[in-house]
Protein backbone atom coordinates (compact mmCIF):
# COMPACT_ATOMS: atom_id res chain seq x y z
CA UNK A 1 0.00 0.00 0.00
CA UNK A 2 1.22 3.68 -1.31
CA UNK A 3 1.55 6.20 1.34
CA UNK A 4 -1.06 8.22 -0.50
CA UNK A 5 -3.52 4.95 0.16
CA UNK A 6 -1.91 5.09 3.94
CA UNK A 7 -3.26 8.63 4.21
CA UNK A 8 -6.81 8.51 2.39
CA UNK A 9 -7.80 6.02 4.24
CA UNK A 10 -6.53 7.71 7.46
CA UNK A 11 -8.79 10.52 6.67
CA UNK A 12 -11.71 8.44 5.93
CA UNK A 13 -11.11 7.08 9.43
CA UNK A 14 -10.72 10.36 11.44
CA UNK A 15 -13.46 11.77 9.41
CA UNK A 16 -15.81 9.20 11.27
CA UNK A 17 -14.54 9.77 14.22
CA UNK A 18 -16.20 11.70 17.36
CA UNK A 19 -14.87 15.36 17.95
CA UNK A 20 -13.48 14.27 21.29
CA UNK A 21 -11.78 11.20 19.51
CA UNK A 22 -10.28 13.58 17.42
CA UNK A 23 -8.74 15.55 20.01
CA UNK A 24 -7.26 12.88 21.67
CA UNK A 25 -5.82 11.01 18.57
CA UNK A 26 -4.67 14.98 17.89
CA UNK A 27 -3.20 15.64 21.24
CA UNK A 28 -1.29 12.21 21.28
CA UNK A 29 0.84 13.05 18.09
CA UNK A 30 1.36 17.09 18.62
CA UNK A 31 4.70 16.60 19.57
CA UNK A 32 5.85 14.78 16.49
CA UNK A 33 4.46 17.86 14.53
CA UNK A 34 5.53 21.10 14.48
CA UNK A 35 2.30 23.03 15.53
CA UNK A 36 3.74 26.82 15.47
CA UNK A 37 3.29 26.50 18.89
CA UNK A 38 5.01 26.45 22.19
CA UNK A 39 4.34 25.72 25.82
CA UNK A 40 7.13 26.55 28.70
CA UNK A 41 6.08 27.09 32.17
CA UNK A 42 8.33 30.43 32.22
CA UNK A 43 6.51 32.16 29.73
CA UNK A 44 3.28 33.02 29.97
CA UNK A 45 2.42 31.36 33.05
CA UNK A 46 2.76 28.23 30.76
CA UNK A 47 0.44 28.83 28.33
CA UNK A 48 0.26 28.32 24.67
CA UNK A 49 1.83 30.44 23.01
CA UNK A 50 2.78 31.45 19.06
CA UNK A 51 6.51 29.54 18.65
CA UNK A 52 9.40 32.04 19.67
CA UNK A 53 6.90 35.08 21.21
CA UNK A 54 4.75 35.96 24.56
CA UNK A 55 1.58 36.18 22.78
CA UNK A 56 -1.34 32.94 24.00
CA UNK A 57 -3.55 31.54 22.32
CA UNK A 58 -6.05 32.44 24.47
CA UNK A 59 -5.35 36.51 23.91
CA UNK A 60 -6.02 35.72 19.95
CA UNK A 61 -8.55 33.62 20.11
CA UNK A 62 -10.88 35.96 22.50
CA UNK A 63 -9.98 39.22 20.77
CA UNK A 64 -11.48 37.44 17.07
CA UNK A 65 -14.29 36.35 19.60
CA UNK A 66 -14.63 40.05 20.75
CA UNK A 67 -14.78 40.97 16.39
CA UNK A 68 -11.22 42.07 15.49
CA UNK A 69 -11.21 40.25 12.52
CA UNK A 70 -7.50 38.32 11.60
CA UNK A 71 -6.20 41.57 9.62
CA UNK A 72 -7.02 43.65 12.76
CA UNK A 73 -5.19 41.00 14.97
CA UNK A 74 -2.30 41.05 12.36
CA UNK A 75 -1.96 45.10 11.98
CA UNK A 76 -1.90 45.03 15.97
CA UNK A 77 0.84 42.22 16.11
CA UNK A 78 2.85 42.69 13.55
CA UNK A 79 5.37 39.89 14.06
CA UNK A 80 2.51 37.70 13.51
CA UNK A 81 1.92 35.76 9.83
CA UNK A 82 -1.09 34.57 8.59
CA UNK A 83 -0.20 30.75 9.58
CA UNK A 84 0.85 31.81 12.90
CA UNK A 85 -3.68 32.42 13.44
CA UNK A 86 -3.99 29.12 11.33
CA UNK A 87 -1.88 27.34 14.04
CA UNK A 88 -3.57 29.29 16.84
CA UNK A 89 -6.99 28.94 15.39
CA UNK A 90 -6.19 24.93 15.17
CA UNK A 91 -4.35 24.77 18.68
CA UNK A 92 -7.86 26.51 20.46
CA UNK A 93 -10.56 24.18 18.47
CA UNK A 94 -8.63 21.11 19.62
CA UNK A 95 -7.69 22.40 23.27
CA UNK A 96 -10.89 24.35 23.76
CA UNK A 97 -11.80 24.15 27.39
CA UNK A 98 -8.01 24.91 28.38
CA UNK A 99 -8.35 28.24 26.21
CA UNK A 100 -11.87 29.09 27.56
CA UNK A 101 -10.33 28.40 31.21
CA UNK A 102 -7.49 30.90 30.70
CA UNK A 103 -9.67 33.32 29.26
CA UNK A 104 -12.47 33.07 32.16
CA UNK A 105 -9.51 33.58 34.70
CA UNK A 106 -8.05 36.19 32.56
CA UNK A 107 -11.47 37.90 32.89
CA UNK A 108 -11.65 37.21 36.69
CA UNK A 109 -8.15 39.27 37.22
CA UNK A 110 -9.80 42.27 35.09
CA UNK A 111 -12.81 42.19 37.78
Given at each position: ????????????????????????????F?????TG???????????????Q?R?????????H??G??????????????????????N?????IEE?????????????
Amino acid sequence: MSSVDVVKQAELVIAGMSKDDRKRLFSKFVSDVDTGIEKDSAVMGGAACIRQTRIPVWLLYRAHQLGLSESDILMSYPGLTAADLVNAWNYAEANIEEIELHIREEEAVQK
